[in-house]
């Protein structure tokens, strides 16, 4: 193989796909060759203008995963107008910044809905091919609140060790299959979501860039990097693992 890191050939379908890590990650696998994108999301509007600027292999649908009835004709309309994913990356995230005392049920659940159960489901339309192929892939972004306690985020970080189960059950049912299952687990990244959570909280983002040891922010493309390798053939022995990309911020003192 004369380049381990190529994404040729494959048809990469990226839920969040429009703005931040999910685009960072898209224009990375571009980079690495890949046949086809898929954009998912909820607006648009976003997810258009994300598809035109990253050139003609790049498409999108607008989907919101948390209606878990119409993943499958969403994931119907998928193949039969870009064809079977090779690589699923579940980037779509929402967040709750709320005090847990006063976390609402139904606010919990609908970040659960977003990360987990809307993911799974996606997942468990794809995976079939993948499976009767012996080829594919399966990447969750997680985060590295899932190792440590944040205040103020109890549905997001809960929602997001969830994820590492399901990667390492996945993955145990998976590998004999040739299909593979991992996760990254980005630290604070300059998306709008990050940044969003630092307005108002001066003290907060201090307090990040303090403990983050490379002293700065990380970039989409930072994690879109790590997710071409855990995609590509060089990651061709890797399954079941977390891939934490944090600048240090989770062992940062």
């Not at 994913?85 to 847990?100: D, R, S, Y």
């Not at 049912?173 to 998306?191: C, D, K, M, T």
């Not at 940044?195 to 983050?212: A, C, I, M, W, Y």
């Not at 493309?221 to 590509?232: K, N």
Request: glycine letters at 10%; a neutral charge.
């Amino acid at each position: 193989m004369d380049n381990p890191y190529s994404m040729k050939g494959q048809t990469v379908l990226i839920t969040g796909g429009g703005t931040g890590i999910g685009l960072g990650i898209a224009k990375c696998m571009l980079q690495a060759g890949a046949d086809k994108l898929i954009l998912v999301g909820r607006r648009e509007d976003v997810l258009k203008e994300a598809a035109e600027s990253l050139g003609e292999k790049a498409s999108y649908l607008s989907q919101d995963i948390s209606k878990i009835d119409e993943i499958p004709s969403f994931a119907k309309h998928v193949i039969s107008k870009h064809g079977q994913p090779t690589c699923l990356v579940h980037n779509a995230g929402i967040n709750c910044k709320k005090p847990f005392l006063e976390l609402k049920d139904s606010e919990f659940m609908n970040v659960f809905d977003v990360h987990i159960r809307g993911a799974l489901e996606i997942t468990k339309e794809f995976a079939p091919s993948m499976i009767e192929k012996s080829n594919g892939s399966v990447l969750w972004i997680s985060s590295m609140a899932t190792v440590m306690g944040l205040p103020l985020v109890t549905s997001y970080s809960m929602a997001k060790s969830a994820m590492h189960g399901a990667v390492y059950n996945l993955s145990a049912e998976f590998a004999p299959h040739g299909v593979r299952v991992n996760a990254i687990l980005p630290g604070w990244i300059e998306s709008a979501m990050a940044l969003n959570s630092f307005k108002g909280d001066e003290p907060r983002r201090q307090k990040v860039l303090g403990r983050t040891l490379m002293g700065r922010m990380g970039k989409p493309e930072e994690v879109g990097h790590a997710a071409v390798f855990l995609c590509s053939p060089a990651s061709s022995f890797v399954t079941g693992s977390l891939l934490t990309v944090d600048g240090g911020a989770s062992i940062g003192f």
